[in-house]
């Protein structure tokens, strides 16, 4: 078995390697420029420790687990341009480095080669493997255009809003333990558990997100603190806020959501104390945890002696490592 470092050795050098000897290089430049921009690359090593409980070569789907980082970057390039967001970590974006256009093209052939990196996976697989990542490509897509849907309302409520980041962001986790485990041969019933687990998580991670965006250090979270706050991003934190507040609370709430161009931190320090008075902080812990413990239990109910899963226990630990 690979511990999660030796997979991530794995998946960059792969990454690295891609030929992109297709033209124009125009094209294609922007691609392996997004790619080598590095992150953290979650999705493919998740694939690989799930295939990993059952099977001792992950290194045989690695283009498949590639496939999916692909379209993970696929997704965050066109976000990026709908953002008009500068920098991607702690780069020039690929609408700032090129033009949109740009980015909209290598965006969708990053999703074209993102489908054929996944068709080398074995062929009695492909069937399953294909419509499972068709629907996942398709729910991302759904989830996406709720956050954006959410915009323009104040009254989402935190069901909702539990259902578009499980669409826009769990699905995809959920995907890859799931092909992961479809790889290598786990029966259906494992194969379900280990979905639900990396959805589980996958909600987990993504609350963990909005609640560092308030109250994260800003040298470990790695962006600036407060976009959310800034930007009136429907999070679980603001969500819970206005339906908790009280009259004057709410009134403040409503007032700097309104503001056509505040001062960033003068709002940021008003919507952040607002969130302690009504003890939001503590609720978002509350819910990450009731995410990463429900998923940990689906962990449990898969059927493969408990040392095969340390390796995927220690990594989610280090995953959602907590900065609060």
């Not at 826009?168 to 280990?194: P, Q, R």
């Amino acid at each position: 078995m690979l511990n999660s470092y030796e997979i991530l050795q794995l998946i960059n050098d792969y990454l690295d390697n891609i030929p992109y000897d297709r033209k124009p290089k125009s094209l294609y430049e922007p691609i392996k420029y997004v790619l080598a921009l590095g992150g953290k690359r979650i999705r493919p090593t998740l694939m690989m420790l799930a295939y990993n409980l059952f099977k001792d070569d992950p290194q045989s789907i690695l283009s498949s687990a590639c496939a999916l980082e692909t379209y993970h970057n696929y997704t965050l390039l066109h976000d990026d341009l709908m953002d008009n967001a500068d920098l991607r970590r702690g780069h020039m974006t690929v609408h700032k480095r090129w033009d949109a256009n740009t980015a909209i093209l290598s965006g969708d052939s990053m999703l074209v080669l993102a489908f054929e990196q996944m068709s080398h996976c074995k062929p009695e697989k492909l069937a399953p493997i294909i419509t499972l990542f068709t629907e996942t490509a398709l729910e991302i897509g759904e989830g996406q255009q709720y956050d954006m849907d959410f915009e323009n309302r104040n009254d989402v409520t935190e069901e909702e809003y539990i259902e578009m980041i499980r669409l826009k962001t769990s699905v995809l986790l959920a995907c890859a333990t799931k092909m992961g485990a479809i790889l290598a041969d786990a029966d259906h019933e494992d194969a379900e558990n280990i979905y639900k687990f990396g959805e589980k998580i996958g909600l987990a991670f993504q609350l963990q997100d909005d609640f560092l965006d308030v109250y994260g250090d800003t040298k470990v979270f790695g962006k600036a603190i407060g976009g959310d706050i800034i930007s009136n991003k429907k999070t679980y934190m603001l969500i819970n806020a206005i339906a908790m507040a009280d009259e004057k609370q709410r009134e403040t709430l409503l007032k700097w959501i309104d503001m056509p161009n505040p001062d960033t931190q003068e709002k940021i320090a008003a919507v952040t104390e607002i969130y302690n008075e009504i003890g939001i902080n503590k609720l978002a812990i509350e819910k990450i945890n009731f995410y990463f413990n429900e998923g940990v239990k689906f962990l449990d109910n898969v059927k493969v002696p408990e040392e095969r899963k340390a390796e995927m226990r220690a990594y989610i630990k280090e995953m959602m490592k907590r900065e609060y």
